[in-house]
């Protein structure tokens, strides 16, 4: 365990935990309610709610892009700014550090709900439950999950909910996406808000068909930079305030700093590393206050290293002082902690805002981007060890050996992170969704595996998790549930299927019907946001939406990158087959009758049964037999996914983002043919062994994974876990072999979990003395404690490998 | 080619048998019968069946199965075997569902080999590492033994041999034209001692230490076992064997009690049970007897 100075103890101890808990299975199960969603300290902020009521309520009328604009302009003048005794970088999307952000827009049911309960009593005192529901009275049918609700009926409604939804899940929540921070720096607010002007005075001479949608557009996107301008002036204003009232020399010089920061960011293009961060976080936090958002997205280093290069050679900074602005700025990533229903808290267990930064790759001309921030931004880490950002390290073959051995050193502590991305899997793919190649190059991860493109029009979120070994019980049902009830496709009978192909070919059918429905809920949503949420200011940042004069979601990045459905259990399916391929119709050890019925029973009474199945060859072991089906299984439930379209004719498709879903959704499955019992977790990741399946190492490991073709699929996921002492020593350098011959192999995802089991097994009996440990769920790391038991054990049980 | 061997493993991501990640070939049989023995089931050359009661859940398939009457059920315990009975037909490991009933050892042709072996080519290029052979005692499998390496070394694979080093002189000769490094396991330098723990002379594995440490990079691998080869006086005289060989790199390997409980797997009594690896600050005592003398030396796998 590497020791830290004093200094440096004192930095972490400002980091404001606000994760949530994982204390509930999918369908509302309660577990460990008694635990709370969030710390004790934590509470609910009201005050946007507030602000943004009375904004509306004042322009009710008025054409919704601009009402949103006013409301964003009439929150950032009126909440309350705090500056910490520490903060130099500064910005707040809630009024107290403890407070959680709040999305009354979106959705209020399960929020007034939780807050009586005892996992979220102590978000509201009585008096703040009482402002709660005044609130409410004016959100009622106004909020997007009312306008939603009404939207939709009979069996779409029913894909809203795991179980009735057959296999597919749908969720409205918060979105990610990346700004064009280039541009915005390139330019400055007032670049931007010139742009806006000039485009005006062009439609106001060529009048567009659209010419009134254009213009309220523009106008509204140039009351939302204004705004934000406003908004770091009364900052400036604050510090100087701190400043003039402060003894302590060395305060009021961090202060007047601040101060002097924020009179030039965001407005003007930045001239120091310090204002080019501040610039960065402003539109970080008021992206989050205009509309729920996660994430972050930006390339790190290739953004902020020529800053950080300029300083440096002016002599403006030291390594040093640049570390600490990092590690300042981390601390405030931790105070966008964002409040969850109870199903979402089931699915993103132990999340705060799901940040994740980018560093390394290639520039968009193809060159290697690592610069002195790269490294930085690994010290940072180091010293860290938060939950958030999680880093995401784009690989490729000239990613330099020392920035591995570096990102080896902090994945050693445990943390989880840097995750390496492959550029030689992730090219591919984006070229096959029609994206330029200089577009693909830029490409970014911003929350667990999300593709983005910074600065491109994509404004996506995981709206669901697609459930693929729900799909095949379907295959197996002739499209129904337990009871009877026809939830998928109406599929011939598996008791007449004479092969494997009979049974993936319904299984395709499956997926594909019930994808397509998920996406009808997808798409309808999608024109409620347009219609009900526009987002001017971050459509402000958006390559084409002030040159088109058109808003985020009235256009889209004519790719598929930019719809994503997270997709679950995709090797439960393939080692089912190979199970059902190798019992039930080659050797013929076990009748589909009998298959049937043990499944229907959860295996009570057909031990035999399961135990076939169980030893059927299974993915992750480098066999044939297994990893063709896994191909199968896996290339052809995307091809049919993406045959269901998004509003704009584009493709949807998968993701490999698990997040704690794998667990979440395992929990309410039934049986499933490879041998797993009812509730069990699904394997943990797309391209995840199912835990202990795996038995031939880790190189066996990412052999099978790379028979997955990334460009013929989706972007994956992939979690491995070594003892610490697999990274250590003479180890190490092999170790960083190993993460070459992944790069080599060409798979797209991989991440560590660096643990000793016994370390998890002491935090769990005694979680009071393992505060900080992380690990890593899936496309993010989470506190342990914050998880619940079974979402612990599955973490446990992912297979060790040993070196 | 279709030439055959008896192996009970092939082990993938080994990174402790030779430089780099390396897939390591167990070979069975072994002419030596050490007392500390770790693989235990890789003394025999016949396939032999192990039985891990742990897995065990008193089915009774495999008593069902067994044409000799050698499995034995009683009630709420793992099913017994009658070890004198065994014919190792493995009536039982095919009847067994729940992996409590193996067979330890399998015919495998070079093909198949070279085919697992090739698998992680990628982790070989990248890591500097290859292939091993180990055992069991891959010498007293030469024809076999050397078609695979020369299979190896068409594919231009690095590759390394542990060995005990008991066998005939054309063995080794044999296996050093395809080999780039020998790792060498030397017991007891003492030749009486050398026969009470391991059952044979030691002075045909000097012999062909000799030969093998002049022909190919040699290095040596020490097996600690308290009380009996860890006197400093031993470590002195074999680092000392070490410098006058040109050997630069020796291994000390302290005891582990893997060996007994796979030894109760096959039905073995444990030759010494009371065996222990020797106190750490021992083994660093030792270490820098052979560091001193400029030779490197690892401790552990």
Redesign the interface.
Known sequence: MATHSPQEKNVRDHLVVKTVRNIRKHGGREEDADKGMYRPDIRLDLERSILLTESYKATEGEPMVLRRAKALDHILSNMTLYIQDWEKIVGNNVATPQGLFFGIDMNWRSVRRIVDQDEAKTLLDDEGRKKLDELIEYWKGKSMSDIQQKMFTGPVLECWQIPKGGAGTWSHWSELGVPDYEKAFTLGFSGLIKQCRARLDEIDQTVPFDYVDQKEFLQAVIISLEAVIKFARRFAALAREKAFQTHDPADRARLEAVAKVCDRAPEHPPETLHEALQSFFFIHVVRYIEFSTLGIGVRFDKVFGPYYQKDLEAGRITREEALELLQLLWLKFHELGLIYSPTLSAIYGGVAALQAICIGGVDETGKDVTNEMTYLVLDCAEKMRSPEPTIALRYHDGTPRELISRAVDVIRTGVGYPAFFNDKAILPLLDRWEVPLHDARDYSISGCVYLELPGKNISHRAYGGFILPAALLCALSQGRDAAGNLVGAPTPDPMGFSGIEDLMDAYEEQVRYMFQRLCTIENTCQTLYERHLPRPFYSALLEGCIEKGMETKKWGYPSPVANICIVLGPVNVSDAMAAIQKNVFEEKTVSMEDLLAALASNWEGYE?VR??MI?APKFGN?DDYADRLAVEVQHRSAAAMEKAKNRFGVSCRGDGSGISATYAAGAFLPATPDGRMAGEPLSDATLSPVFGMDK?????VL?SASKISTRETFNHLLNQKFLPQALSG??K??FI??I??WG??GVSQIQFNVVDPQTLLDAQENPEEHPDLLVRVAGYSAYFVDLSKGLQDSIIARTE?N? | MRRTGTIFNVQRFCTHDGPGIRTTVFFKGCPLRCKWCSNPESQKMAPQLMVRPSKCTGCGACAAACPEGAVVLLPNRPAQTRWEDCTHCFSCVDACLYGAREAAGREASVDELMEEILADRVFYENSGGGVTLSGGEPLLQPQFAAELLARCKEESLHTALETCGHAPREAAVQLARSLDLVLFDVKQLNPLKHRKYTGMDNNRILRNLEFFSQNTETWLRIPLVAEVNDSEDHMDALANLAIRLGVQKISLLPYHEGGASKADQIGLEYPIPGACKPPDNHIKRLTRIASDLGIEVTVGH
Do not use: I
């Open positions: 035999h135990r076939l030893n480098d031939k190492g880790p190189t066996a052999k003479d180890m350098e092999v072999d190993y070459r011959s080599d192999l490998q070196f």
